[in-house]
């Protein structure tokens, strides 16, 4: 009887540790697994878009950009580590407007995945270029403020419907966003008011909707995307036309070679300035504190400078 008492607590004790154990380790596993999934993971594809869903995850999400920092997006083909993490986001965003030439297919694959994607140009890239003789629609859209305002737009429909839970910090900081895009706006209205040029002579074709939106024209050296290079004709017309209308600046990018622009500008005797289309920033510029306005606010003063303005 006695020996029996024994048995029964020493079992009884064994279960308890046990229990004790497995029960620790289930609440170790579940806690675990939530950090993991704790914030909703979004992928972007370039510069403009990566900054624009930063402002509106704030620390509710974590944002991170396919394009290594510095490289350039149109010619910029995704790694099989990219497509692994295309495929465990729970958002992915897209430019589109015929940016990332490999959105089609990426969508297609992420078909039967959970992800939701986002096209932030939806409805707004509706210019188009000639190119080779092929009609082509401009991507650049982000660098209008107006339309940069738009793509905000898409881009936080995508955030509430990943993340229902967050609507409310999510719409107060794409508000706080869209504030911001209307200041710089105005300056730009502002400081391209009373201009004496009405031409820039631009490294590719990415300032159409900018100079649509404040009324002035570009002439690009290359093409909607900057490896379509001109031909020698195409340059010397260019000269010839930047002679005649008086151009005293030729503009050139920071991710492309700057070889042409400063070819045409010791032809006409101009000098070079940078106008960026902020298709991608580099580590180091980041680091100085550079983000999509300060970089917009460096082109205002630029074209102000270019375009003769008052
Ligand atoms: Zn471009």
Known sequence: MKKNTIWV?????????????????????????????????VVTSLYPIYFFASQIAGDKAEVTNVTPSGAEPHDYEPTIQDIVNFEKSDLLILNGGGLELWGDNMKQNLNDKKVIIVTASDGIANKQAEEKGETIQDPHVWLSPQLAKKEVVNILAGFIKADPNNKETYEKNADALKVKLDELDVQYKEGLNNCTQKNIVTSHTAFGYLATTYGFDQ??????????EPSARQLIDLAEFAKQNNIKYIFFETLVSPKLSNTLANEIGAQTLVLDPIEGVSEKDIEQGKNYFSIMRDNLNNLRTALECQ
């Open 219 to 228: 002439v690009p050296i290359s093409g909607l995307s900057p490896d379509e």
């Open 9 to 41: 607590v020493l079992i009884l004790i064994l279960v308890a540790i046990l229990g004790f154990n497995l029960k620790d380790k289930i609440l170790k596993n579940d806690s675990s697994t939530d950090v993991e999934s704790e914030k909703p993971q």
